[in-house]
């Protein structure tokens, strides 16, 4: 995590502590062999999002304390997976980002120019 990069080159910053996020729940969107998601992506999800990512089979909304998942609402910041990133932007409705604290990984899946146009602290 301490060599971790950010979409700028620079160190991966924090996501969210609150909720806690992050695929080891660290509050950082840090990744791993073991995260086949790729939980790259620091998003400020919003309703629109909610009801895709919900449309396509996974519910985010709906707390899951057995996997230490607290139920998203619209405003949380929240790692999520690149490709479902993807998915949504292609669909219309990608949340915007934080390319700070959104992991340099994310770049093998998602073209720079779609995550840039998003970022919330580039603007």
């Given at each position: 995590?301490?060599?971790?990069k950010n979409l700028l080159g620079r160190p991966l910053e924090p996501?969210?502590?609150k909720p806690l996020t992050g695929f080891y729940r660290d509050g950082h969107c840090s990744t791993g062999p073991e995260d086949l998601g790729v939980h790259?992506?620091?998003a400020q999800v919003?309703?629109?999002?909610?009801?895709?990512s919900k449309r396509v089979g996974n519910d985010l909304s709906?707390?899951?304390p057995e996997w230490r998942?607290?139920?998203?609402?619209?405003?949380?910041?929240?790692?999520?997976?690149?490709?479902r990133w993807l998915e949504a932007y292609y669909a219309g409705c990608a949340p915007p980002i934080f390319a700070a604290s959104t992991h340099e990984a994310a770049l093998?899946?998602?073209p720079k120019e779609f995550l840039f146009e998003k970022a919330l602290d580039l603007h």
């Open positions: 995590m301490r060599d971790a996501c969210s502590f790259t992506v620091c919003t309703e629109e999002f909610l009801e895709f709906t707390p899951r998942f607290p139920g998203l609402k619209p405003g949380d910041r929240w790692c999520l997976c690149a490709a093998e899946i998602v």
